[in-house]
């Protein structure tokens, strides 16, 4: 129940688009369009890396060595440290961590100072609709959207190929959306936008035929998996 709060914050605007739908007038539906969607200017600026559970850190405090020690972010997205109780890190960046430590150790050093590193981690996105096998994926080293198509079976015959989405979260934790073209630019031999990902990106083909955003954000809400909604905790508790 937690774990799936935190995947509906993503959401939100999309349970709206689609409650606005089932009340409107057959022809106020046919007027709606991705700009009602309050998504996030799209920016290529990198985002604030999230922790997220199976992550290795070192924990480090330089007033107190013996207490440095490399841990794993747990599945319930805390860490074991010594004097603490285990502590949040999913969801938190390396300075936010390193703020909420120094505040944990700080009823037991003089100098509660604490450096979080983060070890390299895979690169995890989703990919859903209208794939092979849909899942989450660990892509090794640089990997863009069509290349993540391709390791998740490729495209379906019944996939919109002109209107693949691609969401991740800005600086600030909110998500933005935007749609990319691999039809006609593939099958004319131009250059097609590839669109580097990033770690937790989602990367989703809905089918063909659907022009209604609620519906397809409906079919994207119901593939993304629970376990998956670690990526957006920036909003949410666990």
Same mark, same amino acid.
């Given at each position: 129940m937690l774990r799936s709060r935190a995947a509906l914050a993503l959401f939100a605007p999309a349970f709206l688009a689609v409650s606005a739908l089932a009340l409107a007038p057959a022809g106020a539906v046919a007027a709606q369009r991705f700009v009602n969607i309050p998504y996030a200017a799209w920016t290529d600026d990198e985002p604030q890396y999230r922790l997220y559970p199976g992550d290795e850190i070192d924990v480090s405090v330089p007033s107190a060595p013996e207490l440095n020690k490399t841990v794993t972010v747990q599945p319930d997205g805390r860490i074991m440290l010594p004097l603490l109780a285990p502590q949040m890190a999913a969801g938190r960046s390396a300075p936010e961590l390193e703020q909420a430590l120094g505040a944990a150790y700080a009823g037991q050093l003089l100098r509660p100072d604490v450096t979080v590193v983060v070890r390299a981690q895979p690169l995890k996105v989703f990919v859903g609709g209208e794939v092979g096998k849909a %899942? *989450?994926? !660990? $892509?090794? %080293? !640089? $990997?863009d959207a069509l290349r993540a198509i391709i390791q998740a079976g490729g495209f379906q015959d019944s996939a919109k190929r002109s209107h693949v989405m691609i969401i991740r979260r800005n600086r600030d934790g909110r998500p933005m959306m935007?749609? *990319?073209?691999f039809d006609g630019p593939l099958q004319a031999g131009g250059h097609a936008d590839l669109v580097p990902l990033r770690r937790f990106d989602i990367v989703y083909v809905p089918k063909t035929g659907l022009a209604n955003v609620g519906v397809v954000m409906t079919q994207l809400r119901n593939a993304l998996p629970i376990s998956f909604s670690y990526a957006f905790g920036g909003l949410a508790p666990f």
């Open positions: %899942g *989450v994926y !660990d $892509m090794p %080293g !640089d $990997m935007r749609t *990319v073209n």
